[in-house]
């Protein structure tokens, strides 16, 4: 992994999407890095905002050893502490805070091992997504191509959920019971409509 991927993976374990742990990357993860290394657009706010949505709503657990604590990874603590102090609200952490991401700590934690290379190291983003990856473990062009169908398959299945529903709502209003509001199919593919329809 080059230098600069690893500084965009600290950061994002760190600030962006964060995880108790740095050791590894899973894919979705792997995913953003590569955005951001290829200069993709990405909307930082609605990803830090979704990863809140999810820390908040996840059901606390107990910790193995001591019940009366809670064993849940704190969400943004950096930045849950720096809004409170821009508000004026007195903080004293009571758990260390990962120091910023400084030359020191590039240097430390994130530079290139030469032992897996003794060739210098490329600077830059990586292949394009039609070259193969010199490692040859992640195909950028076969993965889109199969989330591509994988979408399509989910929005067809969709059509056929909501077709269901239609139907269903047409019978309980011949039979009496109070409608529930159900958009017509073609309010329903005018809403959702896939790319190419």
């Known amino acids: 992994?080059?230098?600069?991927?690893?500084?965009?993976?600290?950061?994002?374990?760190?600030?962006?999407?964060?995880?108790?742990?740095?050791?590894?990357?899973?894919?979705?993860?792997?995913?953003?890095?590569?955005?951001?290394?290829?200069q993709m657009s990405i909307h930082v706010a609605q990803l830090i905002a979704?990863?809140?949505?999810l820390f908040a709503g996840m059901a606390p657990t107990r910790h193995p050893l001591d019940p009366d604590k809670s064993n849940r990874a704190l969400g943004f603590p950096a930045l849950i502490t720096g809004l409170c102090q821009s508000f004026g609200v007195p903080v004293a952490p009571s758990k260390v805070i990962r120091p910023p991401i400084t030359r020191a700590f590039i240097e430390?934690?994130?530079?290139?091992?030469?032992?897996?290379?003794?060739?210098?190291?490329?600077?830059?983003?990586?292949?394009?997504p039609h070259q193969a990856d010199p490692a040859g473990?992640?195909?950028?062009?076969?993965?889109?191509?199969?989330?591509?169908?994988?979408?399509?398959?989910?929005?067809?299945?969709?059509?056929?959920?909501?077709?269901?529903?239609?139907q269903l709502s047409l019978s309980m209003q011949s039979q009496g019971f109070a409608p529930f509001p159900c958009p017509t199919p073609y309010q329903f593919k005018a809403e959702v409509a896939w790319p190419g329809d």
């Open 1 to 38: 992994m080059t230098t600069l991927t690893q500084i965009w993976m600290t950061l994002l374990l760190s600030n962006i999407q964060p995880c108790d742990h740095n050791s590894d990357l899973p894919l979705p993860k792997c995913r953003l890095v590569y955005a951001v290394l290829t």
């Open 137 to 166: 473990s992640f195909d950028t062009e076969r993965y889109l191509r199969y989330s591509m169908r994988q979408h399509a398959a989910n929005h067809r299945g969709l059509g056929q959920v909501h077709e269901c529903l239609y």
């Open 50 to 53: 979704d990863a809140i949505y």
């Open 108 to 128: 430390k934690y994130c530079t290139q091992r030469q032992a897996q290379s003794d060739a210098p190291q490329a600077t830059g983003a990586p292949p394009p």
